[in-house]
């Protein structure tokens, strides 16, 4: 799960990081791909491939687009472009051709549980569940695959988006079991119980995520709210108090403004 950028509640750094762990994955299972391109040409793909997701990383989308292109010219067949170009396509709205990307990278890597779990989450936000979920089952199964955490969070989010609360959390909390210290499913759960008016729950999953070091403006509002769900006014300013310190200019601080004329 999932430390890249966390975005709670989004989709930014679970891509990216599933694409920062596959890099070595995808370049040691090339070889047999190299009958119709020169060990040259898929060098300079990889190498290529691996710049574009690196400037992915750094937001450059411009030039991660154009490191990418040239990794598919030099070789149309490696996964790992097809899946930052995906990535790309994603972060750029264009939503039909990340799909085409994800497809086309998982009928080169057809058991390859990064592309698995990239393509199950977009068909899961795009409502086609069904498949997006059989994807997910897929990863999930294979008990060598590093990121489990992130494929079992993206499933429960995925039972979320089909009204199973309770699948959900289950799925949330294998997501913890496979990694304790995972920050997005944390906050998710936090989230969940939250919505479902179980807010002591909700505080013990923000003191986790507190004690990691983890404190963002989406989860000092939480903070917030929950604590003004069970009462203590007392804690519930101290996380104002952070929120507006910290994270002034964000639009959670400006939230907390409209919330606290509500709460009196």
Not at 16 to 31: D, K, N, P
Not at 55 to 80: G, K, T
Not at 130 to 137: D, F, H, I
């Amino acid at each position: 799960m999932t430390a890249s950028v966390w975005v709670p509640g989004g989709y930014a750094g679970r891509t990216l990081l599933l694409l920062s762990l596959m890099v070595a994955g995808l370049l040691g299972g090339c070889a047999g791909m190299q009958s119709q391109t020169s060990v040259d040409q898929r060098r300079a793909a990889e190498v290529n491939a691996e710049l574009g997701i690196s400037y992915l990383r750094q937001n450059d989308l411009a030039q991660a687009q154009r490191a990418l292109e040239r990794a598919l010219q030099f070789d149309p067949q490696l996964a790992m472009a097809h899946l930052g170009m995906a990535s790309l396509r994603e972060r750029q709205g264009s939503t039909d051709s990340a799909v085409t990307h994800y497809r086309e990278a998982l009928a080169l890597e057809p058991h390859n549980p990064y592309v698995q779990t990239n393509l199950g989450d977009l068909l899961c936000r795009q409502e086609q569940f069904q498949e997006g979920q059989a994807l997910l089952a897929k990863a999930i199964a294979n008990t060598s695959y590093s990121a489990r955490e992130v494929a079992f969070l993206s499933a429960g989010i995925c039972d979320l988006r089909m009204g199973n609360v309770a699948g959900a959390e289950e799925r949330m909390r294998e997501a913890l079991r496979v990694d304790p210290e995972y920050h997005e499913a944390l906050y998710e759960l936090a989230l969940l119980t939250y919505a479902d008016g179980r807010a002591f729950q909700t505080r013990a999953f923000l003191s986790r995520l507190s004690a990691l070091g983890v404190v963002t403006p989406q989860s000092l509002l939480l903070c917030y709210r929950s604590e003004i769900q069970l009462g203590n006014r007392g804690d519930a300013q101290s996380c104002a108090d952070r929120l507006r310190r910290d994270f002034a200019d964000s639009k959670e601080a400006a939230e907390l403004v409209r919330l606290e004329r509500t709460h009196g």
